[in-house]
């Protein structure tokens, strides 16, 4: 097993595409996160009668606010990137004839496909961390460029918040996995992918509002889940003002139990399809 | 076994095949007759419909028979972004192997020099040799290649055919596919022909050729149609005609001697006697076309 993991992530740090999809989301996160907020504060700082939306726009990209801030870009924008991230790693596998080659090695398939689960995990993992580490950066330069203090949240606060956004990442990532496995396909995979998360579910949400037997099946969801465990680690939700996916919620434990489970099922349901299909 | 796809596609029809071990096995037949469809299910990519598969003893796909087994099915295919050295360790990793075994390979099949190229910027021919460098990684007992030549030039099918040969004197057994006849004649001690999925032939390549009667005798005699008359009544001769003032006579080439006498005692003058043998390629063509190619 730990062979199969090593050789999964031998592979996939190699990827070109795991690198371009990295870069592409710690660049939009730190332009949506940061980069436009202060845009907009720096608009509006010269107007008084705007003056406390301003400061609030600044608060919010300043390092005291790196936690809201931070898990607030994983349940929509980030969700999304990993479904690619995760449709990417293996259903090159499948692009390629890969599998081919690794499955007449010496492992059971099942141990193949979870090395790749585990690998795909840190991959996540290390996104999350890069992501946070790209916002301290930049909220760091900013309060020095305005001269406010660097008022860093607690320890514990920001390694729960990275521990949330891997959670929401590795559930969509697991989604990724086992589209790609069923279609054996990256491009449908992607397509089917971001369907499911974006419009459907999103439009399950909406439905929710009006129809209230709905609700209990938008707790089930993998966006709503994720926006939920966002909105219990402080980030607004969108209906006060925050960012577009993030959730009102009592508690981060309904939405953690949901998301450990999307992560059990999907990687588990992919690795059993692998492995009892044909490969041709 | 017996492979039948949904959709009602029948690859591989009630095959009944014994690949004697340290021999190498040759398998021929047309595009669509079942060879990688076979092989396929030989390392356990695909599960036989019906049927009872033991791959040195054990069911394919069993990990520790996979350690003992080396294949190239189909196309060489590997990571692109990946060099051809980085492919081979990751196989490598897979399969257990020392780490030394991806040089020693990739010096076996003469690609040490572009060991660190990208697989995607390599010709055809070495993403062959690539292929077959996989197979040998695990210093396999059993080794299954689907048309390993494919692509080469022909001092690469050179190499890779004196690479067969000592694989098989140094006791390996391989099972080789190819639709290089004049390859399959050269390199395997036995061949199985499939046409349609089904085994339609087993055995050396003069068995196969002995198959279809044993071939032809040419004979210059005078006068040609005494001659024609005199073998025309010869007890073992199926046919006799004269072309260009020879005669081709079909019978066993074991009654040449007989038929010289017989003509010499009639008090025919043989210029020429000599034994046409059927090439393997017309034996495979015959053995296949009797049931036709699914192309």
Not at chain 1, 144 to 167: H, I, K, Q, S, T
């Amino acid at each position: 097993m730990i062979a199969s993991v090593r050789a999964a992530w031998f592979a996939d740090r190699k990827r070109p595409a795991v690198w371009a999809v990295t870069v592409t989301w710690v660049a939009m996160a730190l332009a949506f996160g940061v980069g436009v907020p202060y845009l907009v504060h720096l608009a509006l700082a010269g107007d008084p009668k705007q003056a406390e939306d301003a400061a609030s726009l600044l608060d919010a990209v300043l390092p005291g606010q790196l936690v809201p801030t931070g898990i607030a870009l994983f349940p929509l924008f980030g969700g999304a990137i990993v479904v690619i991230l995760g449709a990417v790693v293996v259903g090159n596998e499948y692009r390629w004839g890969t599998l081919n080659l690794i499955f007449t090695q010496r492992p059971r398939r099942a141990q193949v496909l979870a090395g790749h689960a585990v690998a795909l995990c840190a991959l996540t993992l290390l996104l999350v961390v890069l992501t946070f580490a790209a916002l301290a950066v930049v909220t760091t330069l900013l309060a020095l460029v305005e001269g406010r203090g660097l008022d860093w949240p607690p320890a514990g606060d920001l390694a729960g918040a990275v521990a949330a956004a891997w959670l929401i990442c590795a559930a969509h990532a697991s989604l990724g996995y086992l589209l790609a496995i069923a279609f054996r396909s990256t491009a449908t995979a992607i397509a089917v992918g971001l369907v499911w998360t974006l419009v459907l579910e999103n439009a399950i949400s909406g439905l929710a509002l009006v129809l209230s037997p709905l609700e209990v099946v938008q707790k089930l969801l993998l966006a709503p889940s994720s926006g939920a465990l966002a909105g219990a680690l402080g980030a607004r939700s969108q209906f006060e003002g925050g960012t577009p996916g993030v959730i009102d919620s009592a508690g981060a434990g309904p939405p953690v139990a949901v998301l450990l489970a999307y992560v059990v099922l999907m990687f588990g349901l992919g690795t059993w399809l692998a492995a009892r299909r044909d490969v041709g | 076994m017996t492979k039948r796809y949904p959709g009602g596609v029948t690859a591989v029809d009630g095959l009944t095949l014994r690949v004697p071990q340290g021999s190498v096995f040759g398998f021929l037949g047309p595009n669509g007759a079942g060879k990688t469809t076979t092989m396929r299910m030989l390392v356990g990519l695909v599960r036989p419909t019906s049927g009872r598969i033991r791959v040195l003893g054990q069911p394919p796909g069993t990990p520790n028979k996979l350690r003992r087994v080396g294949a190239l099915i189909e196309s060489p295919a590997f990571y692109p972004h990946l060099s051809g050295l980085d492919n081979l360790r990751l196989a490598a990793r897979y399969a257990g192997a020392p780490d030394s075994a991806p040089s020693r390979v990739l010096a076996e099949v003469g690609l040490a020099e572009r060991a660190r190229s990208a697989f995607r910027t390599y010709s055809l021919g070495m993403k062959q040799r690539l292929g077959v460098a996989a197979a040998l990684l695990k210093e396999p007992s059993l080794l299954i290649l689907d048309e390993p030549t494919n692509g080469l030039d022909p001092a690469g099918v050179s190499e890779i055919r004196e690479l067969l040969r000592s694989l098989g004197r140094r006791g390996r057994t391989v099972l080789l596919s190819s639709h290089v006849l004049a390859e399959v004649e050269q390199v395997c001690d036995r061949i199985a022909v499939l046409n349609r999925g089904r085994l339609v032939a087993d055995g050396t390549a003069d068995e196969l050729r002995a198959a279809l009667g044993g071939g032809q005798l040419l004979i210059a005699a005078d006068p040609t149609d005494k001659a024609l008359a005199c073998l025309r009544d010869h007890r073992g001769v199926r046919a006799v005609e004269a072309v260009d003032g020879t005669l081709r006579v079909s019978t066993d080439p074991a009654l040449a001697a007989d038929l010289n006498r017989t003509l010499v005692e009639a008090g025919i003058d043989v210029r020429e006697l000599r034994t046409v043998r059927h090439s393997l390629e017309e034996a495979f063509l015959e053995l296949t076309s009797t049931t036709g190619s699914s192309g």
